[in-house]
């Protein structure tokens, strides 16, 4: 399994191709590719590159889903006995990025399309020739 460190808007966060996260706010408009340079480690089939700080040559490339605002968090400040209340609260801004590829030094570890497992293709044999092939094993079997 493919996974990077990645920072943006002040935090670090795993990801893998393939899947989507939730981060702040990126100046992009949807659909349109962005590329984090700020990898912090990459791991690739038990090879781990750490980066002091960052890891050299390594990007990672993603696809802005949307922009939304997040649930309301509610802020409540009263001082007993004072008749002093307020009441706030924050909805913060948030994209939603879906993680395309890792790239480290030009070679691309790992993009979308390795997420997805192949379908195994059935041996479509005629049901005519597993007939005869059961009759041949019933009267070997006499």
Request: hydrophobic share 35%; aromatic share 4%.
């Amino acid at each position: 399994m493919t996974y990077a460190i990645i920072e943006t808007g002040g935090k670090q966060i795993r990801v893998e191709p393939g899947r989507f996260y939730d981060i702040e706010l990126l100046a992009i408009e949807p659909d349109e590719k962005v590329t984090i340079d700020s990898v912090l480690l990459v791991q690739h089939d038990g090879e781990v590159t750490i980066g002091q700080p960052l890891v050299t040559g390594a990007t990672v490339e993603g696809t802005v889903m949307r922009h939304y605002r997040g649930r309301k968090v509610l802020v409540y400040k009263m001082k007993p006995k004072k008749k002093t209340r307020k009441k706030r609260g924050h909805r913060q801004e948030i994209t939603r990025l879906m993680i395309d590829s890792i790239t480290l030094n030009g070679e691309v570890f790992a993009f979308e399309g390795e997420t997805e497992k192949e379908t195994p293709v059935l041996d479509e044999t005629p049901a005519e020739e597993v007939e005869t092939a059961a009759e041949e094993v019933e009267t070997a079997a006499e």
